[in-house]
């Protein structure tokens, strides 16, 4: 039998930084409303694309791993704001790599998009057909955001996670996971204007995300805590056996309900939302990657992790981590530098918006 191993991390946060005091001079908001209703307190916006937040992000994994892109078998690339749909993004993050010899694929499940990524990628190791895969989760939500809208701009942030897996005989890595799918709900949360559903002869209007947001709150919090349990189920592993729980993060509210409703102790729930907002596909990848940087997750550790979004997609993985928790050499990947601060950068979106 063969086993995917994580066996490097990486994650990319670009550096313009957006707080809270920040985005209420844009929408009529305010920093305790914010972070009494969400836990957000700052969120960071790209000055780069989708595919250059991924090419780092999985840099990094790969120098944490020790190994070479061009050893590299398949690029995954779980996003909802790929830079180009064809060619798809993950043929840039290839190219940029210089993983000449890899299957390059783009795949979205919005924010379970990291999690389905790393099944799929497993499943692939697992039935003996690559030997070595970087999945990697980036997204620029902040290309979708209406700056006129407090409902929505509060909440989202960009940035990019990944990981790099390789075939082991030893139980690491994937070992027990659950996904699915209500698609009855699927309005509830979507973009508008964007796809060919739409008619590109008539004058359009912005992409932008719509959600009814106290709705998906209640969804969220059943399904990834139900899927926990049918995971532990399949694992046959009892919470007391999980070290660490990295859920998705859309709001620390969820994430509260969630530990309350598992009975998870604090010291064991990854939560970095105040930073970075909700970077949908990427706030698992980027979550565990601080995880171990945190030091929360050590050798041989049990981790749970949960995902929900649109879809409405949800998603739960049980992961064995191996006996390395430190990089095999430390990565000089770095993004361009940005000379602009977080409110310069979306300025001309927000006049935009504001019209
Ligand atoms: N600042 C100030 N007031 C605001 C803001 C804001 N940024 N946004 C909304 N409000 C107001 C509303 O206008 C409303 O005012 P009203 O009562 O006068 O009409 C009031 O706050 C309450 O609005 P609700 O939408 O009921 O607020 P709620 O407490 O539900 O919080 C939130 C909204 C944060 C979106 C919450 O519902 C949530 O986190 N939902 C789940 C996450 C989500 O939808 N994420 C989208 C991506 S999906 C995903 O990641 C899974």
Same mark, same amino acid.
């Given at each position: 039998?063969?086993?995917?191993?994580?066996?490097?991390?990486?994650?990319?946060?670009?550096?313009?930084?957006?707080?809270?005091? +920040?985005?209420?001079?844009?929408?009529?908001?305010?920093?305790?409303?914010?972070?009494?209703?969400?836990?957000?307190?700052?969120? =960071? &916006?790209?000055? &780069?694309?989708?595919?250059?937040?991924?090419? #780092?992000?999985?840099?990094?994994?790969?120098?944490?791993?020790?190994?070479? %892109?061009? +050893?590299?078998?398949?690029?995954?690339?779980?996003?909802?704001?790929?830079?180009?749909?064809?060619?798809?993004?993950?043929?840039?993050?290839?190219?940029?790599?210089?993983?000449?010899?890899?299957?390059?694929?783009?795949?979205?499940?919005?924010?379970?998009?990291?999690?389905? %990524?790393?099944? $799929?990628?497993?499943?692939?190791?697992?039935?003996?057909?690559?030997?070595?895969? @970087?999945?990697?989760?980036?997204?620029? $939500?902040?290309?979708?955001?209406?700056?006129?809208?407090? +409902?929505?701009?509060? *909440?989202?942030?960009?940035?990019?996670? !990944?990981? @790099?897996?390789?075939?082991?005989?030893?139980?690491?890595?994937?070992?027990?996971?659950?996904?699915?799918? +209500?698609?009855?709900?699927?309005?509830?949360?979507?973009?508008?204007?964007?796809?060919?559903?739409?008619?590109?002869?008539?004058?359009?209007?912005?992409?932008?995300? =719509?959600?009814?947001?106290?709705?998906?709150?209640?969804?969220?919090?059943?399904?990834?805590?139900?899927?926990?349990?049918? &995971? *532990?189920?399949?694992?046959?592993?009892?919470?007391?056996?999980?070290?660490?729980?990295?859920?998705?993060?859309?709001?620390?509210?969820?994430?509260?309900?969630?530990?309350?409703? *598992?009975? #998870?102790?604090?010291?064991?729930?990854?939560?970095?939302?105040?930073?970075?907002?909700?970077?949908?596909?990427?706030?698992?990848?980027?979550?565990?990657?601080?995880? #171990?940087?945190?030091?929360?997750?050590?050798?041989?550790?049990?981790?749970?992790?949960?995902?929900?979004?649109?879809?409405?997609?949800?998603?739960?993985?049980?992961?064995?981590?191996?006996?390395?928790?430190?990089? @095999?050499?430390?990565?000089?990947?770095?993004?361009?530098?940005?000379?602009?601060?977080?409110?310069?950068?979306? !300025?001309?979106? @927000? !006049?935009?918006?504001?019209?």
């Amino acid at each position: 039998m063969h086993y995917a191993e994580i066996t490097g991390w990486g994650k990319c946060v670009p550096p313009a930084r957006i707080s809270n005091q +920040d985005i209420a001079t844009v929408v009529d908001t305010s920093d305790e409303w914010i972070s009494s209703r969400t836990g957000i307190k700052a969120r =960071h &916006v790209s000055h &780069v694309s989708t595919a250059e937040l991924a090419t #780092v992000a999985a840099q990094r994994a790969l120098d944490c791993a020790g190994i070479d %892109a061009k +050893d590299l078998d398949l690029v995954l690339v779980a996003t909802c704001t790929p830079s180009t749909v064809v060619a798809n993004t993950a043929s840039e993050v290839q190219q940029r790599l210089g993983a000449t010899g890899a299957a390059a694929c783009d795949s979205n499940a919005a924010c379970s998009g990291f999690l389905y %990524a790393l099944q $799929m990628a497993t499943a692939q190791i697992q039935a003996g057909m690559i030997k070595r895969a @970087v999945v990697i989760a980036a997204e620029r $939500m902040s290309w979708y955001i209406n700056w006129a809208r407090r +409902d929505s701009a509060v *909440l989202f942030g960009d940035g990019a996670g !990944a990981v @790099v897996l390789e075939a082991t005989e030893q139980a690491l890595g994937l070992l027990a996971s659950k996904s699915g799918c +209500d698609s009855s709900d699927r309005s509830i949360l979507h973009i508008e204007n964007f796809g060919s559903n739409i008619n590109k002869y008539e004058a359009i209007g912005g992409s932008e995300l =719509h959600f009814v947001g106290p709705e998906i709150f209640k969804r969220a919090v059943k399904g990834m805590s139900g899927a926990c349990d049918d &995971v *532990l189920n399949q694992a046959q592993l009892s919470l007391d056996d999980i070290d660490v729980l990295v859920p998705h993060q859309a709001n620390l509210r969820i994430i509260q309900a969630i530990q309350q409703r *598992l009975k #998870v102790e604090d010291d064991k729930v990854m939560v970095n939302i105040d930073e970075y907002g909700n970077t949908s596909a990427a706030t698992i990848a980027i979550a565990l990657c601080e995880a #171990v940087e945190r030091g929360m997750i050590k050798p041989g550790a049990n981790i749970m992790s949960a995902a929900f979004g649109a879809g409405l997609t949800w998603a739960a993985s049980y992961i064995k981590w191996g006996q390395r928790v430190t990089p @095999v050499r430390q990565s000089s990947a770095e993004l361009p530098p940005c000379p602009q601060t977080g409110l310069e950068l979306i !300025a001309d979106a @927000v !006049a935009a918006c504001q019209k």
